[in-house]
């Protein structure tokens, strides 16, 4: 089974992340800030991953130290758990719709960490956190799991709508990115043989 582990301690905060890609898609969450535990969870029902995420962080400050690096430390557990990519169908995408809001999500498992973000949130806030911290959530996720990653919102008017549809996308198309596709028979999906870096 495919899985990955990873801890991550500094100043700000404590966090242990696990992940199973071939999992039922549970969720065991607490990163002390409600509305990101409901994404996760979200992440998790919809990618059929099973995510654990414990934290600890430094929210008398602020929830910014606390929401990056849970994206940080959840993206390195991805890593681990895709080890070399032998195997994966390597690219996902989703359409995504919440009420009024359409979102598309793209995944190249390329080993490149790349972030294109075009989302306006129509507020500073949803709910108690603001709103730009999800971006921060996405490029440390991206970043550490080597993703290239591009999130998009077409259209919409609600905050909550918007960013929930732009997780579960992320969700659906990391499902079709991880997935083994049986006729690459364990191969490397790249011309290059290896996935990552800049050549």
Partial sequence: MRRGKTVRKTDETEITAELVLDGQGQAQIASGIGFLDHMLEQLARHSLMDIVLKAKGDLHIDMHHTTEDCGWA?????????????????????????????????VDCSG???????VDFPAAKIGDMDSELFREWFHAFAQAAGLTLHVEIFYGANGHHMIEACFKGLARSLRQAIVIDPRRAGAIPSTKGVLGGSL
Avoid at 77 to 87: F, H, S
Avoid at 112 to 118: M, S, Y
């Fill in 112 to 118: 490149r960490p790349f972030l294109v973000w075009r």
């Fill in 74 to 106: 959840l993206g390195a557990a991805l890593a681990e758990a895709l080890a070399d990519k032998a195997g994966i169908h390597r690219y996902g995408q989703a359409l995504s719709p919440m009420d009024e809001t359409l979102a598309r999500v793209v």
